[in-house]
């Protein structure tokens, strides 16, 4: 079907037929299977509209929205990780230093930042309102993609692929669903349910197709189909990485510093393996990253887990975190102090430009 001739419906959806209908790739390792081969082929899809597709379901994403405020403060941890592992990834690393906002500390810092802004803006915002700060920040993103796909291409890595689409929709959401406790995340099914819609929802808005969304199941398909994205992208590429891999990876966490503190590079890298259950190369090489390491698994697994701590720690560590997320594009103290004069608040929003609503 020509994703351009659908007309948007009354309800402001494309009318599409919920792509269940189509029953290749339900299971999760059809799915994975489909992604990895048919995938790593197809061009992110800036053709798709840019409309709630027919199988968008308001309750269940608003359920993904209130999930994700319940658990902030783990979910941030969890992203973060996943954000990590994706750039051990070589095809998104590529694309990402091409584009060299995201390799030195300051710059590192603007971006996450960024990315940080926005997605707490789909998680808070109103989708449904075409006019929401949530739905033009999604065009914005559909923006950026775009010129970064062009340049992509035009320095010979080729286009932004499906593939790569549906292995970064798991930095966002896979590590929350595998390893719940592990991190300390509060979830009921209809919880995971919520969130999986949230981001399938996401990811449909940003040019996944619906065949390859990684997030078209049920939990547990797209349970098994996050388990095989690990499996078989992510942990190699972590136990392996590529030599551009740690200057980046510690660009990242070095600038996102400036808005945790507590934050310390070496052990976070650690606290990601755990999370993807490789065992750990050695032992970490000072006292301080050993002892910040021992911090952030007895507040993930002790703190957050246990019932009554959780009662108490888990509001007051979600509020630190809203307050960080909430004071760091405004007032960057911490990284004014890092990165000197230079720094910058997070990029002015919004503005679109012709080529976001335009395909490569
Ligand atoms: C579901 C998948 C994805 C989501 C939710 C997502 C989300 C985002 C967000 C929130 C931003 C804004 C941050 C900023 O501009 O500084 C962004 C920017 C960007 N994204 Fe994505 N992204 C996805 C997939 C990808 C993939 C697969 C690639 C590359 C292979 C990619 C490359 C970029 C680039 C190059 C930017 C512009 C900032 C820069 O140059 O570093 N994204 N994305």
Redesign the pocket.
């Known amino acids: 079907m020509v994703a351009d001739t659908l007309k948007p419906t009354t309800n402001g959806t494309t009318g599409r037929k919920d792509s269940q209908d189509d029953k290749s790739g339900d299971s999760g390792e059809e799915l994975v299977a489909l992604i990895l081969t048919e995938g790593a082929k197809l061009p992110?899809d800036f053709k798709q509209p840019f409309l709630l597709p027919a199988w968008f379901d308001k309750e269940k994403f608003q359920r993904g929205q209130r999930f994700f405020n319940n658990n902030y403060f783990a979910l941030f941890v969890a992203k973060l990780s996943g954000l990590l592992a994706?750039l051990a990834v070589e095809?998104?690393l590529?694309?990402?230093i091409?584009?060299?906002?995201?390799s030195e500390p300051l710059t590192a810092f603007?971006?996450?930042m960024?990315?940080i802004v926005?997605?707490v803006d789909w998680y808070e915002g109103d989708i449904c309102n075409p006019n929401s700060v949530c739905r033009k920040?999604l065009l914005?993103?559909r923006g950026?993609?775009c010129?970064?796909n062009k340049?992509?291409s035009a320095a010979g890595f080729g286009p932004?692929?499906q593939r790569?689409?549906?292995?970064?929709?798991f930095?966002?959401m896979g590590f929350p669903l595998l390893c719940a406790e592990k991190l300390g995340i509060q979830a009921t099914h209809e919880d995971l349910e919520g969130f999986i819609h949230f981001?399938r929802v996401?990811?449909h808005l940003?040019g996944?197709n619906d065949r390859l969304n990684l997030c078209r199941g049920d939990v547990e398909s797209t349970r098994t189909a996050c388990r095989r994205i690990l499996s078989d992208v992510l942990t190699p590429a972590l136990e392996t990485p590529v030599k551009d891999f740690p200057p980046m990876a510690s660009a990242l966490l070095n600038g996102m510093w400036a808005m945790v503190p507590i934050l310390q590079a070496e052990a976070f890298m650690d606290f990601t393996r755990h999370l993807c259950g490789i065992p750990q190369p050695n032992e970490l090489r000072t006292l301080y990253s050993r002892m910040i390491l021992q911090l952030q698994l007895f507040v993930h697994s002790v703190l957050l887990t246990r019932y009554y701590l959780a009662l108490i720690f888990r509001p007051i560590l979600n509020f630190q975190m809203w307050l960080a997320v909430f004071l760091t594009p405004k007032f960057p103290l911490l990284a004014f102090l890092t990165f000197g004069r230079n720094i910058c608040t997070?990029?002015t929003h919004y503005q679109l430009q012709p080529t976001m609503l335009t395909a490569s």
Do not use: C, P
């Open positions: 992110i994706i095809s998104i590529k694309v990402l091409l584009t060299g906002k995201s603007r971006r996450y960024d990315t926005n997605m920040s914005t993103i950026r993609h010129g970064a340049s992509s932004i692929t790569d689409m549906a292995v970064t929709q930095g966002f981001w996401i990811g940003l996944i997070t990029e």
